[in-house]
């Protein structure tokens, strides 16, 4: 049994997002096609005194107790698996906070497999997912990681093959945005384009990086561009600087543009630094190497 580990924890974007309706239990039916990039936290795990979790980070923006999803799965994997064990667990922060990223999602994942590693549970990839869906919608797709098409509230999970590989240009302007009060505000009607899923998927079988650009889409900029026409803003500037189509991920508001040229996404990102700290050229992450079950 090892004493520590350390895991990668990719961000995920949106590639599209659409809300079917609301559901019963509160939540909004999602069909959504999320997309792990390389841009990662590191999380390093070690064995602590019996009972025990401690979570620390380079960041001081993030909790380091209950509010904090890393410290949420070990709390649970300790409750059910942990037999006494105690952890201590570091979260090297880079990915953007309040982002529409993942950045939390990302790391409690990477929690629940890095402790299934350093308990030697031997717990199945279902197990660990079925953890994930208690801990939020996000976070089983960030325990499958790669590419995938998820339903539900983000749980039912139809990994994808890959595709043609993703060169993206990551902008996140200097304020957070609450998911909740999105969704919260989100309305059905005031959507103008809804994204159209299969034709996203043809394209992305056929590795037609024309066709994928072209098909995204994300119904919560309804919300976030309404409130935040900074948004607006930064997507325009994109799109003059050459993405062949720029999106905002989640519920933002981080915004993304595909570039089909790296000198071209380059000289992008150097403008785009001028008005903006957090800019990012990234790419698709598909190889989850040491992680892989």
Not at 203 to 218: F, L, P
């Amino acid at each position: 049994m090892p004493a520590k580990i350390e895991i990668a924890a990719p961000a995920k974007i949106n590639l599209t997002l659409d809300i079917k309706g609301k559901r019963a239990d509160g939540y909004h039916e999602l069909e959504t096609i999320m997309q792990q990039i390389d841009l990662l936290d590191h999380i390093t795990i070690e064995s602590a005194s019996p009972g025990s979790i401690r979570v620390d980070s380079n960041s001081s923006l993030i909790p380091h107790n209950e509010g904090n999803l890393a410290y949420r799965a070990a709390a649970l994997f300790l409750d059910k698996y942990g037999s006494g064990a105690g952890v201590k667990i570091f979260i090297e922060k880079n990915i953007p906070i309040g982002a529409g990223l993942a950045g939390g999602s990302t790391d409690a994942a990477a929690v629940l497999w890095g402790l299934n590693r350093l308990l030697d549970c031997g717990l199945a990839k279902a197990d660990l997912l079925e953890m994930a869906a208690q801990i939020g919608s996000d976070v089983p797709f960030c325990l499958l990681g790669g590419s995938a098409l998820a339903r539900g509230r983000g749980e039912l999970l139809e990994p994808l093959a890959p595709s043609v590989p993703l060169l993206l240009l990551l902008v996140k302007p200097d304020f957070q945005v609450s998911t909740a009060e999105v969704y919260q505000q989100f309305d059905l009607t005031k959507v103008e384009k809804f994204p159209d899923t299969p034709a996203f998927l043809e394209s992305w079988q056929h590795c037609d990086i024309i066709g994928i650009a072209g098909h995204m889409e994300n119904v919560l900029e309804s919300v976030s561009v309404r409130k935040y026409p900074e948004i607006a803003l930064i997507k325009e500037k994109m799109k003059k600087l050459g993405a062949l189509n720029v999106l905002m991920s989640g519920s933002g508001p981080s915004v993304f543009g595909v570039f089909k040229e790296k000198g071209l996404a380059m000289e992008a990102m150097e403008t785009m630094k001028t008005s903006y700290r957090e800019v990012f050229l990234v790419s698709s992450f598909e190889e989850r190497g040491g992680n892989n079950y």
